[in-house]
């Protein structure tokens, strides 16, 4: 999903209603919010932006306290062996908009570029789900990035 889509395709209003009934029920909820690989492809940073603020104050406005994570980088590499960062300026919106928004904020991008230069691209590369999906993780990379979160 983009930005735009979650909220057109209604997947906002459901998660609005999910975070309102947290709330209701007296727990602390907090909520991440992390997109960028698929507005990359449609819109520029600031496009994403807007609606990362959007989001924000939606999730205020039931009592949801966001979290803004900057995106998992993608494990491209260039033959040197230094990491290709296509994603930075949608990380950087989100670093801008949660510190506009005095938001919680997880910079998952730069530890997991921080992270994946260090093993380099072969080692890497074993956290794809298939061999050319330099994206999506298999079970290996989910455990790796998800104790980082």
Known sequence: ATTGSFEASGLMNISLSHIQSEVSNGRRTLVTV????N???IAPPESMGQNLTEMVHQIRAVG????????????????NGTLDDVLEPWAEETTEIAKEQH???LDLHKYSMDY???????????????PDDNTHLNANGTIVFGRSV
């Not at 949801?64 to 033959?79: I, K, Q, Y």
């Not at 994946?116 to 298939?130: D, E, F, K, P």
């Open 34 to 37: 992390q997109f960028g690989h």
């Open 39 to 41: 507005d990359m492809k």
């Open 64 to 79: 949801g306290e966001p979290v803004l994570v900057t995106s998992l980088t993608r494990r491209n590499f260039f033959a």
């Open 103 to 105: 938001t919680h904020l």
């Open 116 to 130: 994946v230069q260090a093993i380099g691209a072969n080692s890497s590369h074993c956290l794809n789900r298939t």
